[in-house]
């Protein structure tokens, strides 16, 4: 059974840092094009990073800098590091896992990706 399950969210102040995991089963998400996505209030669910099985990595404009993704192969998660977080940093994240080795060229889509988490919140305080 394809799972994915999220961990890590939390509430920070503004300039802190936080750590997302993502623990997948069922497949090896080293094998596949993964990504996280964030989704606040009354917002359509955004793109935030992407990572292929080359660990060739992309990100949004808005978190370029501040955000890094990565896979743990050992442990079979896909993780993000948040700094210099900031108050529009505030929504909830989903990691998604696409049934591909490469992801989709330009920005990736929500329906590009066929696994999805149920999602952590993440609050930053100004």
């Known amino acids: 059974q394809v799972q994915l399950v999220e961990s890590g969210g939390g509430s920070v102040q503004a300039g802190g840092s936080l750590g997302l995991s993502c623990a997948a089963s069922g497949f090896t998400i080293s094998n596949f094009c993964a990504g996280w996505f964030r989704q606040a209030p009354g917002k359509e669910r955004e793109w935030v990073a992407a990572i292929d099985i080359e660990r060739r990595a992309k990100y949004t404009d808005s978190v370029k800098g501040r955000f890094t993704i990565a896979k743990d192969n050992g442990k079979n998660t896909l993780d993000l590091r948040m700094d210099s977080m900031k108050p529009e940093d505030t929504a909830v994240y989903y990691c998604?896992?696409?049934?591909?080795?490469?992801?989709?060229?330009?920005?990736?889509?929500?329906?590009?990706?066929?696994?999805w988490g149920q999602g952590t919140q993440v609050t930053v305080s100004s």
């Open positions: 998604a896992a696409r049934p591909s080795l490469r992801c989709a060229p330009g920005p990736p889509r929500p329906g590009d990706f066929t696994y």
